[in-house]
């Protein structure tokens, strides 16, 4: 889908919101938990629709996953926008970011990524599926954001990250007896092996973990961001 047709579906959207607030979605609401990943600048205000098209503020809250919102795709996009009142004659102007919804999809966390300074949109989404079936209680997440080859090593775990791919990290068994284990993330340079995190991380069924490995504007080293995502069992499992 191009940059353009992308413009001119929200132009359209905007345009047609006000009669299409009564009416009921065709499309599955899609339910989404918001990461903003900026570490070298304040939050920014951002917006999307919610199922009834009022354009509603993200729910962002600084070092943790945002409270769950929902919204209705357009032509299978999620669309963010940097204003309350976004433009429809120029929606350029008044979209964030944008991203391709998988079909399936019915619940994510949205990671969102500040883009280049010399790119537009200023931002960029990445979307983990948040269902317990595709992302089970003790297992992880990892998400590097970055070109260069990363790799983790963890309890019987060694596990290679493609770049800019989401890897999954599968429940760790191997724990002393607190339930830790040691937790060590790797770069590759110049065909060498090179360690920039070391840490012992905690390992529950009763929750998941986001880690983003990114690089700072103006840096070479890989840093580590770590989110826990507390699960609830159903009661019939307490």
Not at 93 to 104: E, F, G, Q, R, T
Not at 228 to 233: G, L, N
């Amino acid at each position: 889908m191009t940059r353009y047709y992308i413009y001119l579906l929200v132009a359209c959207w905007l345009t047609t919101a006000t009669y299409s607030q009564q009416s009921s979605p065709a499309v599955a609401p899609l339910t989404l938990r918001f990461i903003l990943q900026d570490p070298t600048q304040a939050p920014a205000d951002l917006y999307l629709k919610d199922v009834n098209g009022k354009v509603v503020k993200l729910n962002l809250a600084c070092g943790e996953i945002g409270t769950p919102q929902q919204t209705i795709p357009e032509a299978g996009s999620l669309v963010l926008f940097n204003t309350a009142a976004p433009e429809s004659k120029s929606p350029q102007a008044s979209i964030a970011a944008w991203v391709a919804v998988p079909k399936p999809m019915k619940r994510a966390v949205a990671i969102v990524v500040r883009a280049p300074a010399d790119l537009t949109p200023a931002y960029r989404i990445v979307l983990i599926d948040d269902s317990l079936e595709a992302f089970p209680r003790g297992e992880s997440r990892i998400v590097p954001l970055m070109a260069l080859e990363t790799s983790v090593a963890v309890g019987e775990h060694k596990i290679a990250c493609k770049p800019g791919a989401i890897t999954r990290m599968p429940a760790v068994t191997q724990l002393d007896p607190y339930n830790m284990a040691q937790t060590d993330f790797y770069y590759k340079k110049a065909g060498s092996w090179i360690v920039f995190s070391e840490c012992r991380n905690k390992y529950l069924d009763v929750f998941r973990q986001i880690f983003i490995v990114y690089i700072r504007a103006g840096g070479s080293t890989p840093e580590l961001t770590t989110f826990i995502d507390q699960v609830p069992r159903p009661v019939a499992e307490k």
